[in-house]
């Protein structure tokens, strides 16, 4: 959304943010520094610092080195005075985090549970893990600038938290973040999960200093979080970056979406372990444990040599390259990350989800070195939610509140 910058208060509040911004992304920063960087006065540069010391957000560290004249002083970003608390709300887990203003996490839970059919035991759980970290940190509310929690659908209202249940029956009319305003009085926002990924690789992993990424999640569905010029792409009612469910078999499996030959039933994990059962039900020594299978068996099995498993997980590859080699085509993205469980599988996976893209790809499209595992591992989606905290609170509409409540 375009600003309007017209009255002196719009144009103040804009400075300040940009101001506590470049203090926060810098770490230390002198007042003659934020004047040649924001090409803004003396007297107003030295305003903003005043208001941003009394917030308790900079400090004044020391003095710095000369370059001739008075040395100045230092200012220094507190990255301990406030925290964020993001919430990952898998299908099967519930992953809590809370994270300093650096990217650091300083403690996360996590819970196994039965999100897709158990609505309101999964929002209390979230709740009871809530207070829980909290109180193993001696934090409370007022030491959080806000909560943000990720469902694992596309997100059809940001405020309400309304998401869209196709997948998800159970969850029909349940809105998370009023749910949860009922009993926390703070700033709460919601992101998709795959989003929120793509947020925290772009401000805190591989995906450092592209403006301009995709970020692929692997899990029990695939989605894809798209960022474009600094700003995560949604689409008109959310549903950008639904990757799982391009068609890649015209007369393929049935998904879950009620599709054939979607991306996700083959790549997807039921998918993966559909196709092992299937490959394994005559082998003696897997016939005790093919229902009751996890990916990470599958894993170990393919670093072990299991021919099925190696199959399976390279053929998986090669259908993520189709998808992946399509989005390239269209999107052009100067990164492309892959998070979720079956990125341990890691080069096996990956050469052959590259092989795909290179036969598939406008030649200029991507290179090997533009084709990353994501470096956040499974905190990637609960990092993503705290910094959508970070980057709201801090940006102009919200500031003066989060300044205020310090």
Known sequence: MNQDYSTPAAVRAHNLSFTI?????????????????????????SALVNVLIASGFVTEAGIGVSSGGRRPVVLE??????????????ATHITVIIMKLNGQVIARKNRNVDVIHQPYLSLDSILEMITSILDECHLTYDNLLGIALTV?????????????????PAWSGILPANYLRQTINLPIYVENDANSASLAEKYWGIGRGYDNLAYIKLGTGVGAGLIINNEIYRGVNGNAGEIGHTTIEAS??????????????????????????EGLRNDPAWQNILESMK??????????????????ITKAGKY???????????????????????????????????????????PFGIHREKLVLGELGSDAVAIG??????LNAFNEINLYQTLRKK
């Open 21 to 45: 911004n470049l203090i926060r992304e810098r770490g230390t920063i002198t007042r003659a520094e934020l004047n040649q960087i924001t090409h803004l006065s003396t007297t107003t540069i």
């Open 320 to 362: 993520m390259g189709i998808g992946i080699a399509n989005l390239v085509n269209l999107f052009n993205p100067g990164l492309v990350v892959i998070g979720g469980e079956l990125t341990a599988a890691g080069d096996l996976f990956l050469n052959s989800v590259l092989s795909s893209i290179r036969e598939r790809s406008i």
């Open 77 to 90: 970003f507190d990255y301990n005075a406030r925290f964020t608390l993001g919430v990952d709300m898998g």
């Open 252 to 277: 393929g499996r049935l998904c879950r979406c009620g599709n054939h030959g979607c991306i996700e039933s083959y790549v997807g994990i039921p998918g993966l372990l559909r196709d092992v059962r």
């Open 295 to 312: 990916i990470d068996q599958i894993i170990d099995a393919a670093n072990k040599g299991n021919e099925v498993c190696i199959q399976v």
């Open 152 to 168: 694992p659908a596309p997100l059809i209202d940001e405020l309400t938290g309304e998401f869209l249940t196709y997948y998800m």
């Open 385 to 390: 939610a705290a910094t959508l905290v970070m």
